[in-house]
């Protein structure tokens, strides 16, 4: 059997630490053409604790997904150091190990399951992949549909596409936890149900948090499933980190103007409250082409000279609670530099 | 009291265990075009393998006065041929070399073909330029040149005209199982597989192949009419069999000089070509929609 995964640097050490990740997607000019990149993740730092759930939110193309790839290593990062739970990845810890500790459940509960595959096979197979004998591995398969919630004699030997979407997506979380990880990453894993599956799928996560101690890495561009779920957050804006902090401390104090702009634009059931203006303008600038300096200042309100020259570095604004942003910058040229302090 | 709450679908049948070749299986019987096909090669199969035991007329004996008799003729069901030789057995005697030069090359080149592409479209990179662009050297050809030259250097012989088709088919099916690996290696189960751990070879065995050799196999059957026709070509040029060796499809050559005399005997051989290879296609067929349990 898979044994259990030991904690070795004690709760306080971060559980993921992760610094200067980075991934340039090459384009094609033609054969004759300039040779460019997407900078589909560049640069970022941030660190996971153990027991919290991380989520991590913003608009579509900012390079989560990309940030949760890179994580599991499906894709090789150009750059970047990821240490898992005091250990680096690569000399000390193999990625087959690395794999062992860190799960994902993807978006597309259909598209993750092998077609011909029954569930039963398709939950059994990572164990199997790491030793466990067939007998042992359907066993722990079957007990792990019951924990999801879906019955072991109905569904064991049934075919994905018999299963509705979020029985589908049950068992993508029970072959996520075939593994006994101790990181599950959840990229958009809930986007694509029903609102009420949704809810149900949520709770579910909840409660399999609490009973095998997980940590959640929770990527989505919902917000409001992001509050509900997270201790912290953090959000991106074209392959950069732009705000990591406390979830409650964000929603009623977001310090970075983009977050500000995207918590403006969760539609409120309040009628006092509504908005008639979009909040934040157009779409986001090229990854091909990202503008210098801050990389927000084409779209920011407050943006001033200075911003198109110089770029802000992710800084402690609050305990706990890091902004890049110059206004969060002291003496960073900025006219409002440090007044958004006493502001809050 | 308790009142069962429980929905009608939890008492669902609990299905006994299968397996995915068992339900494949099961859902191919099933299907009435797939039996009468498979009965239809059976039949041919087996007259072929036992035809010295079936008491047919000897298939090299041929009579200057007895040539080109039609259908129905005493001793001779299906007439005879331009040298006098009974028909039937010639057709069954024939299926020997026939079916094995139809089939083999094309089997040879479904194994070897489907590795190939499944490595290439698996991998990508630098291995699928690799494996690819050496195909594509393969591909420039015309199949019916590119058999004659390889059978002319080998030297003729049934052997030898194996191998040159098994050649000659490569090309095409590893394009059809590059292709197909690629749609299906882009698929989230087959990250899912990596992130587990699993190494490419577990992947592409459990993962991959399972998805993909459907759709190459259909291709692959395809090819045996074309592989029996090439064969025909060769012996033709007298780089396959030789006469007198019955064989279908150097049968539809000499008899063509006869086509004005008896066209419905004359087309026989082809009948016969045409019957394995739409056999081996809507079996296939039927194979291909059983493996997609979708359905």
Redesign the interface.
Known sequence: MLEEIEDRGGPRQALLDIKGLKKHFPVSGGMLGKKQVVRAVDGVDFGVAKGETLGIVGESGCGKSTTA?LL?H?IAPDAGSIVYDGTPIGRDLS???L??RM??V?Q?SY????????IED?IA??PK??GVPDAKARELARDLLGRVGL?P??FA?R?P?ELSGGQRQRV?IA?AL??KPRIVILDEAVSALDKSVEAQVLNLLIDLKRDFGLTYIFISHDLNVVRYVSDRVLVMYLGEVVEIGPVDEMWTNPRHPYTAALLASMPTLDPDRRTTQAPLAGDPPNPIDPPPGCRFHTRCPHAEPVCASTRPSLADAAPNHAVACLMHAANSGHSKAGTMLEAS | MAIATEPL??I?I??K??G?WGTVGRRLVRDPVSMICAGILLLIFLSAIFAPWLGLADPFRGSMITRLRPFGTEGHPLGTDELGRDMLSRLIYGGRLSLLIGILPVFNAFVIGTILGVIAGYNGGWANSAIMRTIDVFYAFPSVLLAIAISGALGAGVLNSIVSLTIVFIPPIARVAESVTTSVRN???V?????????AL?IMR??VM??VLGPIFVYATSLISVSMILAAGLSFLGLGTRPPQPEWGLMLNTLRTAIYVDPWLAALPGVMIFAVSIGFNLLSDGLRSA?D??N
């Not at chain 1, 598209?111 to 029954?118: D, E, G, I, K």
């Not at chain 2, 990250?191 to 190494?199: K, L, N, V």
């Open positions: 790839r599991m499906l990625l087959r190990e794999r062992r799960q994902m993807f597309d598209a993750s399951l092998n077609p011909r595959l029954t398709s197979f990572g992949v790491h019955k004699e109905t030997n075919y596409h993508n072959r075939a593994l | 679908r939890e669902a609990v299905e265990r299968r995915y698929l989230d189960f990250d899912a597989a990596r992130a587990s751990g699993a190494s577990t459990v993962h399972g998805n493996m349990i979708r």
